[in-house]
């Protein structure tokens, strides 16, 4: 008799791990992703330069940018990095510091595991910790007035500040405020603010960082179709086509046999005809510009030319768009469905400049644009990324404060006042919860613990002295100068965030802490690649048995 033979349930290539070691896995794993990310936070920011792949570089502090160009094998990691892009998506800013945050937040929990506190009672705690962050956060914040220029252009600058474009921040601020306030656009009393669909960024490398602005328009990199076109027109009347401006071939495939050589030219002269009815049902409404997402053959060309109309060819649907709102035209689909109302007549100049060695086609100084291009110049490509990259996260804070106007000071003023907060609560609190919830305030101090951190400041020292000021009344809003690790008062600084940022980092980075220490087991099933050949010729067999 053979003794008990061990039972195996999962199959020989499943990699089963449980327990202890896959709850310090996952917050090493986290904490390794906050420290790749952890000199990033704050003005003194350093670069980070990723190769990918195709061997194209990436040079960025933007949290988000950094997280996307790196493979990573472990799961946790890669929710790690899922939440940085939840954060740019959600509102545009702080990819950095939720990262951080969230890698902090778990490894504060590593010493509860460790003394056997079970992950459901700190979760408990992190979930009370966090409604009491919020209602904190919503007590700290204080209303802004929108139409108050010098403020936005703070704002905005304090998201800039820690970006690579500080040293254009004023210009930089300027294109993002002009940008959002272009394409804010309000109906039945429902703002819209869509940054992506009407404000296109265009880079142009060649020229001066400074040479960068918002056209009161819209470009497109195209030339007119015909050398002997307009190549400029004072206040334009615009027809835009999703149609082509072609003889319509047949949808499916079509012969047509022909036993007369007349009937020949008779199709021959139909398609003539087509052509020229098309380009009449144009002409009907006096347009000087047409511009069309489809082709346009020779034949039309000829015809508009002859109508000194000014024809541009293949432009993409979503620049036809941002045409649209631009100069109050509609896209027509049809031709003979042309009406008055159809014609844009908001654009004062339409005209077409060689930059470098391309030739863009600008409609400019419309009267009241509802989408804009912004034209950024610089050094090279990947200066101008980054400068793109900036730019959005500009535009996405000013439009977070448009959409929600409330602000908390940064400079890690907000996280030590609610970690203050949160200390003082924790001490009415009974039993095992406390500890955890007093380790969420603790976590709270990274932020301003590596601000002083990245400019190389003491970090013991500030610290303390920094957590004393804030046992002070009324003296919520002091945090770390980021350039000089040196206490300010924010409100002096006149460094701001918006209120929709920090719920959002701390909403997603205490969400991911509970959702990484929920998980006590991984099973990854792992194809080696020398088996995948052995094992093909073995499975007919097994289906014979």
Known sequence: MMGPRPVLVLSQNMKRESGRKVQTGNITAAKTIADIIRTCLGPRAMMKMLLDPMGGIVMTNDGNAILREI??????????????????????????????????ML????????????????????????DDMISILKKI????????????????????????INRWSDLACSIALDAVKTVEFEENGR?????????KVEKIPGGFSEDSCVLRGIMVNKDVTHPRMRRLIKNPRIVLLDCSLEYKKGESQTDIEITREEDFARILQMEEEYIQQICEDLMRVKPDLVITEKGISDLAQHYLMRANITAIRRVRKTDNNRIARACGARIVSRTDELREEDVGTGARLFEVKKIGDEYFAFITDCRDPKACTIVLRGASKEILAEV?????????????????????PGGGATEMAVSHAL???????????????????QALEVIPRTLIQNCGA????????????????????????????????????????????????????????VLLLRIDDIVSGHKKKGDDQSKQPAVPEAAQE
Not at 75 to 83: G, L, T, Y
Not at 147 to 159: R, T
Not at 427 to 437: A, D, I, L, S
């Open 388 to 408: 793109e990259r900036n730019l959005q996260d500009a535009m996405q804070v000013c439009r977070n404060v448009l959409m929600d106007p409330q602000l908390v």
């Open 458 to 513: 003491s970090t013991i020292r500030v610290l303390t002295s920094l957590r004393a000021k804030h046992t002070q009344e009324g003296s919520q809003t002091w945090g770390v100068n980021g350039e000089t690790g040196a206490l300010v008062d924010m409100k002096d600084l006149g460094i701001w965030e918006p209120l929709a940022v920090k719920l959002q980092t701390y909403k997603t980075a205490v969400e991911t802490a």
């Open 191 to 199: 703002k819209e603010i869509d940054i992506k669909k009407y404000a």
């Open 141 to 164: 914040g204080t209303p802004v007035d929108v139409n108050n220029k010098e403020m936005m252009l703070k704002i905005i600058k304090s998201a800039i500040n820690t970006k690579a």
């Open 423 to 441: 200390t003082e609560k924790s001490k009415g609190m009974t039993g095992v919860e406390q500890w955890p919830y007093r380790a969420v305030a």
């Open 107 to 130: 490894s504060v929990a590593e010493h509860f595991l460790e003394q056997q506190m079970h992950p459901t009672v700190i979760i408990g705690a992190y979930r009370k910790a966090l």
């Open 71 to 104: 493979q990573v094998q472990h799961p946790a990691a890669k929710s790690m990095i899922e939440i940085s892009r939840t954060q740019d998506e959600e509102v545009g800013d702080g990819t950095t510091s939720v990262i951080i945050l969230a890698g902090e």
